[in-house]
């Protein structure tokens, strides 16, 4: 928070004339919004496909530590979030709605910059901003993002339709974002100890921009790969908490169990690189870390050679009957037990 | 929170099976649910119809405040004031998602609770909990909504369809949780100067349903009679935040401006005795108040005498053209100029 800026505190506004600032020139343009801002809630025009909807909350101290995240990347990343669930439903975003809880700490240009952060992902997407609203928070900085899209009823995608011997696919590669998040609680400890400490994040852009602005472009290339060669995962779900989490959820709610090859795990280069640097097992980066936003699918064994020659996607494992329990496989050695994080570990700096 | 019930830790299940236990026996029960929990996000298979969405958060001591809010009631009213909005769409709800933050103080029971109320709000309005989310949170509960409903498309009403001449309406009658607010807060302030003092609650039981726990009843009955009748309003908007902001809301969508008469005003009966006895003006309950979860529309003036012989509907005013401002009429003396509140007076207890 830069003090050379101007800054107008919220009283100065008042609340609807901070939605009004805030809402400047958010015009529709996605062509399903039919009532956006402005109104009780939002209106859509559907066709006659599936609506789609996510929601979720960005809670300061538990999704983000504003000594290291610059509120706009904190907007993008929020509505990224959310847009990667609807992403994971083979469906396309179309809107999105912002609930902001804030306190008299925060001046106007402050929220500005975050709900820039939003209009900017938004508008990189084609997603309309349809609500907006703020209210005052006691304490932290909370962030609820809402997003709705749609999909032909055949192309929808859940987590419960993956079945035995069919085969794991992951988009991209795992473990950046966590690295990136090792990296900024590293530089916060020095700082916090010292703060005339330098940051010492030097060549390391491509991981911070992994945890603090994150893409689904890689996603979305997949997802229009398959779609033009017909081939429609059996499940998806979004890698944003490990993949551990991930193949957990399909194994679940598909009532199916699975083998991971070890070495298959599509480890992200740099992230390995900074893991050996800072002794820590880039699998777990992979497997535990969390906020990759790329997907995890299954597909019918009969696509396998066509889903490898997709860019951006590697076969990870397969499916297996429920009672053979979800296990990696690593190169040597005993099968090791895919377990869930638990509740402290869920979210970086989770909280009791 | 008692201390006499079981109390299972939050760490004790991990989130997985806090989410399982807080989902149990929820099955899809509104036909448009293709796909509920369990997934990254729900789908719906909607009409040719118009899809409404509305999204907002509840903050611990803006909102709430724990010492006086049952966690059931807490849930059902979340849940409440978000459906409320898809009504003052003049749309049908039929799905909502619930995402919670919350700290280790909380048990799973006590999350029961919360997402109980949720529930049984949820199944008295037809709804399906289609989305179900909790994290962390370092200081206070957090409780997120998404509501989403459906309507024709000739059904939709937004806030700016209202014109010079129409006639302002409002549902029910006003002031009644402004007033429970009131009668909380005072024995909030007695209880921390005294921890042994009793509450002086008794005979006031309505006022504290009002607040505690809010019902649409009444706008749901309008609303239908409104349809029965082939009125369609030409604006309208939750009243949730007291009369004036919903006027407000309207003029400054439309572009218009109004007169409201005070002594047409629908003040609560119970609200204005209380009132009395605590010497505030009962229009300050039912103008800057808020939480009434009624509903203020417009319709055309040849409406007048099938509009006000719709049972729970006040016509208040009229609308003028923009220039003229927006005005309250007392019986005697000059009109006063609507104000919107400031950023403080939002909430109740609103913070910096």
Redesign the interface.
């Known amino acids: 928070m830069s003090d050379t800026k101007k800054r107008t505190e919220?009283?100065e506004l008042?609340?609807?004339r901070?939605l009004e600032r805030l809402s400047e020139g958010l015009d529709p343009c996605n062509r399903t919004t039919?009532?956006g801002l402005?109104?009780?809630?939002?209106?859509?025009?559907?066709?006659?496909?599936?609506?789609?909807?996510?929601?979720?909350?960005m809670?300061?101290?538990?999704?983000f530590n504003l000594t290291y995240f610059p509120l706009k990347h904190l907007g993008y990343k929020s509505l990224i979030a959310q847009l990667?669930?609807?992403y994971?439903?083979n469906?396309e975003p179309q809107?999105a709605?912002v609930?902001?809880?804030v306190?008299?700490r925060f001046g106007v240009e402050e929220l500005e910059e975050l709900v820039g952060g939003v209009r900017l992902a938004a508008s990189r997407y084609g997603v309309d901003l349809?609500?907006l609203?703020v209210?005052?928070?006691?304490?932290?900085l909370?962030v609820?993002v809402?997003?709705?899209?749609q999909c032909d009823?055949r192309e929808?995608v859940?987590?419960?339709g993956a079945r035995e011997h069919q085969l794991l696919c992951v988009t991209g590669a795992l473990g950046a974002a966590y690295m990136g998040q090792q990296l900024l609680e590293r530089e916060r400890r020095v700082f916090e100890a010292n703060p005339y400490a330098q940051p010492q994040l030097e060549g390391h852009s491509y991981l911070l921009e992994r945890i603090l602005k994150p893409e689904l472009r890689g996603c979305v290339a997949v997802l229009a790969e398959l779609r033009q060669r017909g081939l429609r995962p059996t499940a998806?779900?979004?890698v944003n908490e490990g993949l551990a989490s991930a193949l957990?959820h399909i194994c679940?709610?598909s009532g199916v169990g699975c083998r991971v090859y070890a070495d298959r795990i599509p480890v992200d280069a740099h992230a390995a690189a900074l893991a050996e640097e800072l002794r820590i097992d880039p699998l777990t980066a992979a497997m535990n870390g969390g906020e990759d936003y790329e997907l995890l699918f299954s597909v019918p064994v009969k696509a396998h050679q066509e889903v490898a020659s997709v860019e951006g996607v590697s076969v990870v494992g397969h499916l297996t009957d429920a009672g053979a329990g979800a296990y990696m496989v690593p190169p040597h050695g005993d099968e090791l037990r895919i377990t869930?994080?638990?509740?402290?570990a869920?979210?970086p700096g989770?909280?009791?």
């Open positions: 919220l009283h008042g609340r609807y901070l039919a009532m402005g109104h009780d809630a939002s209106a859509m025009a559907p066709t006659k496909r599936r609506v789609v909807m996510a929601s979720g909350l809670l300061e101290g538990i999704h990667g669930r609807i994971a439903m469906a809107q709605q609930a902001l809880g306190s008299g349809v609500g609203d209210s005052s928070s006691y304490t932290g909370t609820g809402g997003a709705q899209g009823a929808l859940g987590r419960s998806m779900t979004l957990l679940q709610r869930a994080q638990g509740w402290n869920i979210v989770g909280a009791d």
